[in-house]
């Protein structure tokens, strides 16, 4: 396969990546309904996905990842769309594939199956093997249509998350970002995940599972918090680390999540991110090309005064 995994963990050692930002806000610009799929539009709109790419390669990332966070069989069922899990992976990673420059990657992009895993007493609903199962489905699909890499990202429980690293790995044998989603908890002034884990302890786990970048995205901290979970991340472990944060803390404005970080205001956050040894930023929830372009002025800037 010509994936370029290996070569995009080589450059890690001597520089910073820039990976995109939102998908999901930018698909609801482009007129995606509230409540609908995102992943049948790399069927029905090819060339809104392809235009979304291009646009964070041209604002400055390094590294796009493919419109599939929601494309495990377990996921697509809630829209009665499980029997084309194979077909939508595989589209959006040909889709990102088809408009990747040259030294540019494609991650294909994992996230939460929304179910909880039943080692996890006594809330767990779905047998550990079904997980396991729908995540190599999952990313078999996306690495038959191109992917260099995977991001298996905004993970809330360990449990998950190692199964999605363990099933890629092991059908791939490609290089696997793994990002967790932390919560600041203001009265104690700590971050964790949803379901209590910290910071070092996830780092060790998912890299014990076998994850080769690890780091947090998403959450409702926004990117100042993100210093002290890399700073604790790197207490467990010497890995490449990443963040991609939302645009600002999540509010709601009558049934609408907003986030109000400008571009600028987003991009101030970043030389902290950078000193606490982020190697791979870029943005989440809320963030746009815009955002991504400011980031990236900002990882230019250092490189230019080294
Ligand atoms: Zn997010």
């Not at 038959?144 to 044998?173: H, N, R, S, Y």
């Not at 890299?207 to 901290?221: L, P, R």
Request: charged fraction near 20%; charge should be negative.
């Amino acid at each position: 396969m010509g994936s370029h995994g290996k070569e995009f963990l080589a450059r890690l050692q001597s520089d910073v990546l820039i990976l995109d930002g939102a998908m999901g806000t930018m698909l609801f610009q482009a007129g995606l309904a509230p409540g609908s799929c995102p992943e049948l539009w790399n069927d029905t709109r090819p060339e809104v996905l392809q235009g979304v790419h291009r646009a964070y390669f041209d604002a400055g990332s390094d590294l796009v990842e493919t419109n599939s966070f929601g494309g495990t069989r377990l996921k697509l069922k809630a829209f009665g769309l499980e029997e084309r899990c194979r077909e939508l992976n595989e589209k959006a990673a040909r889709l990102a594939r088809s408009v990747c420059p040259s030294g540019g990657y494609v991650a294909g992009s994992i996230g939460p199956t929304g179910h909880l895993p039943d080692t996890f007493e006594p809330l767990g609903d779905t047998p550990a093997e079904l997980f396991y199962e729908s995540f190599r489905e999952q990313a078999l699909a996306l690495a038959e249509g191109g992917v260099d890499l995977f991001a298996v990202e905004t993970m809330m429980i360990p449990d998950e998350a190692l199964l999605a690293i363990k099933a890629v790995k092991e059908a791939t044998g490609l290089p696997v970002l793994c990002s967790m989603t932390f919560q600041f908890n203001q009265a104690k002034g700590v971050d964790r995940t949803m379901w209590g884990t910290s910071p070092a302890d996830a780092a060790e786990q998912l890299m014990a599972a076998g994850a080769d970048i690890v780091g947090c995205n998403c959450g409702d901290g926004g990117p100042g918090r993100v210093p002290a979970s890399l700073a604790e991340m790197r207490t467990a472990t010497g890995a490449f680390l990443a963040a991609y944060p939302n645009a600002g803390i999540p509010k709601m404005v009558g049934d609408k999540t907003v986030y109000d970080l400008t571009p600028e205001a987003m991009a101030a956050a970043y030389p902290a991110i950078l000193d606490a040894g982020a190697r791979v930023v870029g943005a989440c929830c809320g963030s746009t090309p815009e955002h991504i372009r400011a980031i990236a002025a900002v990882v230019r800037g250092r490189k230019d005064r080294r």
